[in-house]
């Protein structure tokens, strides 16, 4: 089959690591890059460590609002599309670029497979949401993480589509976890960074928490008064916000880094201490790393994570932070719920058997 993939943000490049390589052992696939994350280490990074295939096309579409940055991906990607006339298109996650392909392609009668499929917040006040819920309904094959995801997909009438593989993510994180680390990792100055032997590791970008300084200035606080330094990879849409808190409250404890490549960020986890996090795919490798991390958001995002204090949902809020991260961990080893680290090929396996 002739598949185009569509990528364009930090997660699905690091999911299209594992699908790429499976893919292409018996696909042709075409990958186009939206260009909506563009800095060198939100993107090029990726593509260089996890040897990711160079995009065929690079859109350099990003920033504006959602609608504009939706608006313009879709018209680009219709093109490429109609030129490319691939037999199905293949999206990850829940991003605008995932999203506009989606649309592009079933406007054109061409299937779409959606990795990660099913996934619910329960409000339409998240922008992934709308992207999730739009993407699975334009979808003809949906590959999700979870039963629970698989059953969120049934609810919505979708069950007859829907395919349980297991989080691809796991593949990627089972594949850098194993290999040596060596850090490089920069402050904001470009000085390499030195990791304390102890330490809490925090990624905080999504609009609810840093849209203002008010939630962004309670989390910081809280990881300040710690008792090991914190090291917050920031997203550059929080870049400056981040240092001007950081200036203005004095966080002697808090290390700003720019955003760290893959390994970094896995090994970042496997060895922290605790994690504080708003991203969709930390909390899950914190999980399959075994540390207890807090998910700052008022919606749960990956129910299977929420078991034992392993993962707990917590509010911007100095005192609710401190008093999440100071709960004990009982949770069994033997719970295993995003699959055996081969999500990728079962893709493969279940796109031998259906005809599109
Ligand atoms: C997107 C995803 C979100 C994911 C996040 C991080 C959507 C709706 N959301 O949000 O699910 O958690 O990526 O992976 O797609 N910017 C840069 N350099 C870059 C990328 C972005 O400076 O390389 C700045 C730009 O000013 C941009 C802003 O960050 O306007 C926000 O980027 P955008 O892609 O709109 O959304 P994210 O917050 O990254
Ligand atoms: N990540 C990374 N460098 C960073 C911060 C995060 O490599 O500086 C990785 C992290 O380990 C995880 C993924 O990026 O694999 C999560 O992506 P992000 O938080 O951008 O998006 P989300 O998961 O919220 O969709």
Redesign the pocket.
Known sequence: MKIVTVV?????FIKAAAGSRALRREHTEILVHTG????P???EIFFREMGIPAPDYNLGI???S?GE?TGRMLIELEQVLMKEKPDALLVY???????AAALAAVKLQIPVLHVEAGNRLGTLSN??EV?RIVTDHCSRLLFAATEDARSKLEREGLGERAYVVGNIMYDSFLHFADLPWEPHILDFEGNAVTVPKEYYYMTC???ENTGTDEPLTEILLAMNSLDAPTIYAV???N?DRAARIKAKEGLQNVILTQ?VGYSDSVHLTKNAKKIVT????LQCEAFYAGVQCVFILDYVAWPETMVGNRNQLGKPDREDILRKLSAEQTIDPNYHPFGDGHAAEKICDILRDVTL
């Open positions: 364009g943000a930090r997660p699905q909506q994350h563009y800095d280490n939100m993107s990003s920033g504006g959602h940055m996650g829940d991003t605008n670029s995932t999203m922008p992934e992207n970008h999504r609009q997203h550059p849409r870049h955003p708003d991203s969709g795919g």
